[in-house]
């Protein structure tokens, strides 16, 4: 046997030397690459790594959003039927904060919009009737506790709201006199009246959703956590929105009882209450009398209500009413009464109805009281008013004489005055 130089047989070393060799190589064979460590960890752990994965974006794009969160300057809240578009929205936002100052001083002016769309129409599916449920509760918890002054609401909204009296008069933010002549109420107009909705974004905003601020914190019922300062700068934007004109607005000029697309104006004037029943609702329970005067395709009935104990200057205005002739019927108190009988504007009633006009008491020629009067004992809405209140008509001024929109409005009281009045006399 041929020994090897330790001593060792020279064959058994060959043989070690090759097992050892050989368990080398198997371990090297058995070595874990990348690619299978990474194989093996996705076989194991790949749902742990996707949602890890969604976790961390998400964690990033709330950060981004925290750092790049404004608080609003003014704060608009949308309740109808209609949903407005991303775009629109954006637009209204951007529009609205070149109208209002930097309140909060970090260098920017932004406005905020909440939109609550509502179902609206008898044929509503059910499951509007739920949705509706819950627009309901987020509009009284923003009425109660929200951020939002600025409203923009569709009527019955609107009606929830001033019922509660939290609604502003719109006469207290600006001139009465820049307010448009057809007012929804003395708190509201709606947006179809004004220049600045017509603009983009907010012309997306439906005609009849009417326009409001709430009361300052300071004369609220509900204290709702916003200060003087900040509802002074929502109160900017309400009046921005009340007097801007669109570039090529034109003056209509104002002639004697020219009343725009009104078929009939009602002026009030009374002390104790503003009559905030639209016209929208008095046409609807007059609309077997109420006539198309003007031709548009509509018969619109326009409630000038002013409260003649108010702020606001009301023997200024039934002046300016009397000079121009914006008012043929007036129902007013016993005091403005007496003004209309002294500027001799007044038709005698007896042209209007003849003898009836003694019958229902007109003592002095003029005017009867509402309580004399069949038609606002039983109709809906007209019999909100006081019955002690007076109801007259002026006469026609110079060269306008009878023109459509004065004869619609005489032959609207004339209907009003002789309601159910043959029948009473049989």
């Not at 949903?83 to 629109?88: A, D, G």
């Not at 909204?157 to 307010?179: M, R, T, V, W, Y």
């Not at 409001?212 to 956590?225: A, F, H, K, L, N």
Request: aromatic letters at 12%.
């Amino acid at each position: 046997m041929k020994m090897g130089i330790d001593g060792k047989p020279e064959d058994l070393l060959k043989n070690g030397e090759q097992a050892a060799t050989e368990n080398e190589e198997a371990k090297s064979e058995e070595k874990p690459t990348f690619k299978s460590r990474l194989e093996s960890f996705w076989y194991f752990y790949k749902w742990h790594a996707i949602i890890g994965a969604l976790l961390a974006v998400a964690l990033v794009i709330s950060v981004i959003q925290l750092f790049r969160n404004t608080d609003p300057d003014a704060y608009m809240m949308y309740v109808g039927p209609s949903t407005l578009y991303v775009k629109n929205k954006d637009e209204m936002t951007e529009r609205a904060a070149r109208d209002i100052y930097d309140y909060n001083g970090d260098g920017k002016t932004y406005v905020s919009l909440l939109e609550i769309t509502v179902g609206m129409g008898e044929d509503m599916p059910y499951t509007a009737y739920e949705a509706n449920v819950d627009a309901n509760k987020r509009f009284l918890s923003e009425l109660a506790s929200g951020d939002s002054v600025v409203y923009l609401l569709e009527e019955s909204f609107f009606e929830k709201a001033n019922e509660q009296g939290l609604l502003c008069p719109l006469a207290e933010l600006i001139d009465p006199s820049l307010l448009p002549d057809d007012m929804y109420d003395a708190c509201g107009v709606r947006v179809s009246e004004l220049d600045y909705f017509k603009q983009a974004g907010f012309s997306s905003v439906p005609d009849d959703t009417l326009l409001c601020i709430r009361r300052s914190p300071e004369s609220d019922s509900i204290q709702y956590g916003r200060t003087p300062e900040y509802w002074a700068c929502n109160k900017a934007l309400v009046v921005k929105m009340l007097t801007y004109k669109a570039e090529n607005h034109e003056q209509k000029e104002i002639k004697a009882f020219d009343n725009g697309k009104n078929d009939v104006v009602i002026g009030i004037y009374d002390a104790e209450r503003h009559y905030a029943s639209d016209g929208k609702k008095l046409a609807y329970a007059a609309s077997s009398i109420l006539k198309d005067a003007n031709s548009d395709g509509k018969t619109l009935l326009a409630v000038d209500a002013v409260l003649t104990s108010g702020k606001n200057d009301a023997e200024a205005y039934l002046a300016k009413q009397i000079a121009e002739g914006g008012e043929v019927i007036f129902i007013a108190n016993a005091e403005y009464y007496e003004k209309l009988k002294e500027s001799g504007i007044l038709r005698p009633l007896a042209g209007i109805i003849g003898d009836y006009a003694a019958k229902l008491g007109c003592e002095d020629g003029y005017g009867v009281k509402l309580g004399a009067l069949k038609w606002f004992g039983e109709k809906q809405y007209f019999d909100r008013f006081d019955k002690e209140l007076y109801i007259c008509a002026a006469n026609t001024r110079g060269e306008d004489g009878e023109d459509a929109f004065y004869r619609a409005n005489i032959e609207f009281l004339t209907k009003i005055l002789s309601y159910k009045l043959e029948e009473e006399q049989k």
